[in-house]
């Protein structure tokens, strides 16, 4: 099918040349598709303001061998300010670096579509919340993908007698008796799992009530981190880096 009429997400906006800029749209028809939105660089150009970073909309696309060309785009939500707001800008765009890092070409991904959608409708400027959101936004991302750590009880005995260790080789908690299993396995505390475990299940507004303390801010963290380069191979994220330099996350 040449012609693509979908509802889409901008997950990345760059000016290509003078006149045209280079998109990664997330479509809820279609998956992510790189795509070019030809003289939207242009004050008067129709699209300009559709394919700006975060937008919402309904857009039509002409299917090329390796672009997908922009024709029509109409704005359902401009997530404006967002693009206002530095760090949940930042946070956005870290977002959009997951998405883009994470998910297969042209293939359709709907419930990551709505993942995201819902994490940029949840996002505000509380920094504290933003921190929880991304962390949980990761852990959803990764179940979506079907690397979720198993979390209930020990993956080789059943046992829920604490303490755990978190095995990303396993997919889950080892008790003592069974850690050797994986001698690489996380300790983790029985705070840390109950967070890890609302922040996977919770709905994202369900969440800004919840509290970590600093300790388990950076525990989650580091989890986090190792269980997307563990599944995904997933080296450093330069959006990650553009929130260390603004104080956020580790
Ligand atoms: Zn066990």
């Known amino acids: 099918m040449k012609h693509l009429k979908t509802e889409a997400l901008v997950i990345r906006s760059q000016s290509y040349s ?7 749209l997330l479509t809820l028809e279609g998956g992510k598709i790189p795509s070019i939105a030809r003289g ?3 004050t008067k150009s129709k699209l300009s303001a559709s394919v700006e970073l975060f937008t919402r909309g309904d857009f039509l696309l ?9 024709t029509q785009g109409e704005i359902l939500n401009s997530f404006y300010s967002l693009r206002m707001d530095l760090l949940s800008y930042a946070y956005g765009q870290y977002f959009c670096e997951l ?3 994470l998910l297969e070409e042209n293939e359709p991904c709907p419930k990551e579509y709505r993942l995201f959608l819902s994490a940029l409708e949840a996002m ?3 920094t504290a919340y933003l921190e929880v959101l991304a962390r949980s ?3 959803k991302l990764v179940k979506n993908l079907g690397y979720t750590p198993y979390l209930d ?14 095995s990303f080789r396993e997919g889950g908690l080892l008790c003592s008796k069974c850690s050797m299993r994986d001698p690489g396995a996380n300790k983790i505390t029985p705070g840390t799992l109950s967070l890890l ?10 969440l800004r009530i919840l509290k970590m303390n600093s300790k388990q801010r950076q525990e989650i963290f580091s989890i986090n981190q190792a269980l997307l380069s563990y599944n995904f191979n997933l080296g450093r994220c330069k959006a990650l880096a553009f929130l260390e330099q603004l104080g956020c996350s580790r």
């Open 18 to 24: 003078e006149a045209d800029k280079l998109l990664t």
């Open 40 to 42: 939207a660089c242009k």
């Open 62 to 70: 002409y299917r090329g061998r390796t672009l997908a060309t922009v």
């Open 99 to 101: 998405i883009g890092r």
């Open 124 to 126: 505000n400027g509380d």
């Open 137 to 139: 936004f990761e852990l």
């Open 153 to 166: 009880s020990c993956l080789v005995c059943s046992t829920q007698k604490t303490p755990f260790r978190l």
């Open 197 to 206: 475990a609302k922040l996977l299940t919770a709905d994202f507004k369900r």
